[in-house]
């Protein structure tokens, strides 16, 4: 039977952070659902560097469709979490049900990949992720360490269950240590 996973976003996720982990996942052959607070047509950004600019710039990248909205997701039919970044952590982490789908992955030890500024979505629910050591991406450092989390300068960390990632050129590493907890072996390499 093919394993489950939740992609749980929003508008404004970089585009790399949705679109490697999915097709990564259907590529070995585990059933993905995106979730967003509304089910919709996503649009996704693209993060990248300027030589001019000290901080990332931000471009409209493709869209990408919400299979569900949250509020019609039962964590427990899933066997697995990803939460990439961008900006949509930003907003998706207000929403209750996000919290609760996130706390679920936590307290069920299940496996769970966040990635750059998806770590924010974690803050909000910081008694499951007290004392756990992750790494995101920099600017996420001082919320990550005010929700009682230890951040780690490494571009990917594992802790239990739990793969962090610091940001998009770290993908295929963190999909590796993904796939490794959720005891997927990987049949196209990276």
């Known amino acids: 039977m093919s394993k489950k996973v939740l992609i749980m976003t929003g508008d404004a996720v970089d585009c790399l952070e949705v679109y490697y982990p999915y097709y990564r996942c259907l590529e070995e052959g585990i059933d993905v659902t995106i979730a967003s607070p509304t089910k919709k047509k996503l649009q996704t950004v693209c993060h990248d560097f300027?030589?001019?600019?000290?901080?990332?710039?931000?471009?409209?990248?493709?869209?990408?469709?919400?299979?569900?909205?949250?509020?019609?997701?039962?964590?427990?039919?899933?066997?697995?979490?990803?939460?990439?970044?961008?900006?949509?952590?930003?907003?998706?982490?207000?929403?209750?049900?996000?919290?609760?789908?996130?706390?679920?992955?936590?307290?069920?030890?299940?496996?769970?990949?966040?990635?750059?500024?998806?770590?924010?979505?974690?803050?909000?629910?910081?008694?499951?992720?007290?004392?756990?050591?992750?790494?995101?991406?920099?600017?996420?450092?001082?919320?990550?360490?005010?929700?009682?989390?230890?951040?780690?300068?490494?571009?990917?960390v594992v802790d239990g269950n739990l793969v962090t990632g610091h940001a998009w050129p770290d993908l295929p590493g963190f999909m590796r240590e993904f796939f490794n907890l959720l005891n997927v072996k990987e049949t196209v390499s990276v």
């Open 50 to 156: 300027l030589p001019t600019m000290e901080t990332f710039t931000e471009l409209v990248g493709y869209k990408i469709d919400s299979d569900a909205s949250v509020d019609d997701i039962n964590p427990a039919d899933f066997d697995a979490l990803i939460i990439p970044g961008g900006r949509a952590p930003e907003y998706i982490r207000m929403n209750k049900k996000v919290q609760d789908i996130a706390a679920h992955f936590l307290q069920e030890n299940k496996p769970m990949g966040v990635i750059c500024h998806g770590q924010l979505v974690l803050t909000t629910i910081r008694e499951h992720i007290q004392g756990r050591s992750m790494t995101a991406y920099t600017c996420c450092r001082p919320e990550v360490e005010a929700a009682g989390a230890n951040y780690v300068e490494k571009m990917v």
